[in-house]
């Protein structure tokens, strides 16, 4: 009897082919990414490290569709992204990917509530299940007794975890976060991390997350290490912990 085959793995959710980005000042012309490949996998944090000024923030930016490309490609959920105009592209962004930045980018005068609720209804959610569903994704992210609070009444911890919410309650595919723990001390920067890989391993979305905070290699499942625009290793780290049930101490 012939051994049963292995199930096939799952096709890359996101994809670089031959990717080069260059910026243009005056006569000067930067380099940022130069022949660039990679594939990312559902179900993981994958991260991108490298120092400042490496690339890894417009490499972000290229695979979300914020950013275009001076040649290659690059496919998203098996969407050619250069293909896509404006409004397909923007339409895309909404349904399928959630973004999480340094700077937070919460409303002064929203509840915590209210800022997850806030791109729900785009997506043609009512007033009800928009409500229910931001308080299921601020309960997951911890932040159950803090929801009717404002921005300025919580820590830069707990606004990361309140930008976060607000990516997780849209149900993204994909999940982009560009220096999600720059800002914020080292518990506070631990829970965000472990946020993201449980979101990762529990929701089956693909995060890819760009940071020179080396806190952070430990809690990826692959670490893509970049400098001057090209990636010089790919390393698959060991099973980090499983996070179950609400967030890191």
């Known amino acids: 009897m012939n051994a049963q085959a292995n199930p096939a793995?799952?096709?890359a959710t996101l994809r670089a082919e031959h990717v080069a980005k260059a910026f243009v000042s005056g006569r000067?012309?930067?380099?940022v990414l130069d022949d660039l490949s990679l594939s990312i996998d559902p179900g993981e944090l994958t991260l991108i490290s490298g120092p400042s000024g490496c690339g890894k923030s417009t490499l972000l930016a290229i695979m979300s569709g914020l950013q275009k490309?001076?040649?290659?490609?690059v496919f998203a959920l098996d969407s050619e992204l250069s293909?896509?105009?404006?409004?397909?592209?923007?339409?895309?962004?909404?349904l399928h990917t959630g973004f999480v930045f340094q700077g937070f980018n919460l409303f002064p005068a929203l509840s915590a509530r209210e800022q997850v609720e806030l791109p729900l209804h785009y997506l043609g959610l009512t007033r009800r299940q928009a409500r229910e569903r931001a308080e299921r994704s601020l309960e997951?992210?911890?932040l159950a007794h803090r929801m009717g609070l404002k921005p300025a009444e919580l820590s830069g911890g707990e606004k990361?975890?309140?930008?976060?919410?607000?990516?997780?309650a849209k149900q993204p595919q994909l999940l982009f976060a560009d220096e999600p723990t720059s800002a914020l001390d080292a518990a506070s920067g631990q829970v965000i991390i472990d946020i993201l890989h449980r979101i990762?391993?529990?929701h089956g979305t693909t995060v890819l997350c760009v940071s020179h905070d080396p806190r952070?290699?430990?809690h990826a499942d692959r670490v893509l290490a970049m400098e001057d625009g090209r990636i010089l290793s790919d390393l698959r780290m060991p099973s980090t912990l499983d996070f179950t049930q609400g967030t890191a101490p």
């Open 69 to 73: 490309i001076d040649t290659g490609r």
């Open 140 to 142: 997951e992210v911890g």
């Open 216 to 218: 952070l290699i430990g």
């Open 9 to 11: 793995p799952a096709p």
């Open 200 to 202: 990762a391993r529990h």
């Open 28 to 31: 000067v012309r930067t380099q």
């Open 160 to 168: 990361q975890r309140v930008a976060i919410a607000r990516a997780l």
């Open 83 to 94: 293909r896509l105009d404006a409004r397909a592209l923007e339409r895309f962004r909404l």
